[in-house]
T-cell receptor, first 116, second 113 residues
Framework: AQTVTQSQPEMSVQEAETVTLSCTYDTSENNYYLFWYKQPPSRQMILVIRQEAYKQQNATENRFSVNFQKAAKSFSLKISDSQLGDTAMYFCAFMKPFSGTYKYIFGTGTRLKVLA | GAGVSQSPSNKVTEKGKDVELRCDPISGHTALYWYRQRLGQGLEFLIYFQGNSAPDKSGLPSDRFSAERTGESVSTLTIQRTQQEDSAVYLC???????????FGPGTRLTVT
């Protein structure tokens, strides 16, 4: 069975600095998708970034980028130029499409606090 | 456009009572998910609907939990004979066909006293 592990329950970073959140996963599959979701204190979860396992190039969305190491089964999120609005819970998620089903497995989350 | 909505936003109920939680997905989204999020924890998959296919109920924790969805519209999650351990935020998400991004609702915070 697939598992997703986020080993950092809480982190903090100074505004404008860079922070990296860790995620490792366990799977025997070759084709799958990885995601980082953000859940601000208001509770609404939104997608930050997505990575297809068959792509070697790391995904980037503005200040957010990933370091995808397929062999190591590692998928870390780097936030550059951190802003106060980045304060949130961040969840790493794994999804393997199979026969038309799309079921996600989430990690336990990392609570990030950006300090002014 | 309108996002995923859930109601009620908060629900307090007494142990042993039944509760019904509602999710209105984004129009046209064929996939719908329910998750449970206990305080300080990650998302626990409960059930997944995809179009007219049989739902994937593999995450439902007990037979006290059930969910329905009519076509590609609203879904209701019902918890019968609620227990204190059912206290959590229940999140709903929807997704278009063959699309890998989930769009989440704001959740329903359930407190069982």
């Amino acid at each position: 069975a697939q598992t997703v592990t986020q080993s950092q329950p809480e982190m903090s970073v100074q505004e404008a600095e860079t922070v990296t959140l860790s995620c490792t996963y366990d799977t025997s599959e070759n084709n799958y998708y990885l995601f980082w979701y953000k859940q601000p204190p208001s509770r609404q979860m939104i997608l930050v970034i997505r990575q297809e396992a068959y792509k070697q190039q790391n995904a980037t969305e503005n200040r957010f980028s990933v370091n995808f190491q397929k062999a190591a089964k590692s998928f870390s999120l780097k936030i550059s130029d951190s802003q106060l609005g980045d304060t949130a819970m961040y969840f790493c998620a794994f999804m393997k499409p199979f026969s038309g089903t799309y079921k996600y497995i989430f990690g336990t989350g990392t609570r990030l606090k950006v300090l002014a | 456009g309108a996002g995923v909505s859930q109601s009620p936003s908060n629900k307090v109920t007494e142990k042993g009572k039944d509760v019904e939680l509602r999710c209105d997905p984004i129009s046209g989204h064929t996939a719908l998910y329910w998750y449970r999020q206990r305080l300080g924890q990650g998302l626990e998959f409960l059930i997944y609907f995809q179009g007219n296919s049989a739902p994937d109920k593999s995450g439902l924790p007990s037979d006290r939990f059930s969910a329905e969805r009519t076509g590609e519209s609203v879904s209701t999650l019902t918890i019968q004979r609620t227990q204190q351990e059912d206290s959590a935020v229940y999140l709903c998400a929807s997704s278009p066909t063959n699309h890998y991004e989930q769009y989440f609702g704001p959740g329903t915070r359930l407190t069982v006293t």
